[in-house]
């Protein structure tokens, strides 16, 4: 039997993961005809069948899983080779991975990271927008900003603070004001429903954070937002003068063979010292205003 491909075990763990050739393709970034032609010639090489056919898709078989299980063990070893060396690495270039939620990517934000970019130009910010947790042991990101009140104990960071969350309303809207929820079971989102537009139909749900503030600026309805994304639009103002509610803790994080990258320590403590000044605005601070009665819509 030939030598190993790396890139076989690779096509064989996506068509694991996904259980199709389609999808596997897609995540791989290849042609599915390419993906389908090299499981079939990788597993002439072996001379075995990885994959049961079944109508519901591609599913390992007693081979399949033995082989996946090896190669998952082989790319945990390269994966913690890469992070070693990378915590060694004491260049300021390269590239960052940088997992960033929405709650917290405002403008100011984003004029920050720009400044970075100035300041460091060998350095390049992979920007990951996200609802979920990454798996930076995986590295799906290097850097995480995470909104959580029990950061994981296998990640090393630091408490950038807390952030405010209020509800929102276009002033041109008229009410009564229709809801736009986050996700469907999101029960923290039902119980602001029912405390702030109790009856009112649920217009539109997107978890979304930036998809609902583009919706209430259109007039559609209420969506309870970030302070920090939803402050700096004058078109919108918070319903009935609400207060600020707490919406969570913000955590900086990295794995701990990661922190002594000198690229890595720069973003960190950029990231620490943008969100520091952003405080007052991410706890929703400053503004002073009359709200929209929830009934009529009149101020």
Known sequence: MQGLDWDDLKVV???????SVRRAAAVLGKHHTTVTRRLDQFEKRLGLVLFDRAPTGLQLNEHG???????????GEVENLERNLLGL????????????PEVVASHRLMT??????????QITLELVPTHEALDIGERDADVAVRVTNRPPEHLVGRSLGRFAVAPYVNRLASGPYGWIGAGAGDLVDAGWHD???PGAPVLMRCISPL?????????AGVAVLPCALADPHDELC????????????????THP??????RVRAVMTHLTEALARQRGALLGLGRSEQGRSMRTGVA
């Not at 260049?91 to 960033?100: F, H």
């Not at 918070?238 to 994080?253: F, H, K, N, V, Y």
């Not at 063979?257 to 000198?262: F, K, W, Y």
Request: net charge positive; charged share 25%; glycine share 6%.
């Open 13 to 19: 763990m996506a068509i694991s993961v996904e259980g």
């Open 65 to 75: 899983l033995s082989v996946v299980a090896h190669a998952r063990r082989v790319a």
């Open 89 to 100: 690495d004491q260049r300021l270039e390269g590239r960052v991975r940088l997992a960033l």
């Open 112 to 121: 920050d990271l720009a400044r970075f970019s100035v300041q460091h130009p």
């Open 195 to 197: 405390q702030f537009c």
């Open 211 to 219: 998809l609902r503030l583009a919706v209430v600026r259109a007039a």
């Open 238 to 253: 918070r319903l009935a003068a609400s207060a600020p509610m707490d919406g969570g803790e913000i955590w900086l994080l």
């Open 257 to 262: 063979d990661l922190r002594n990258a000198a």
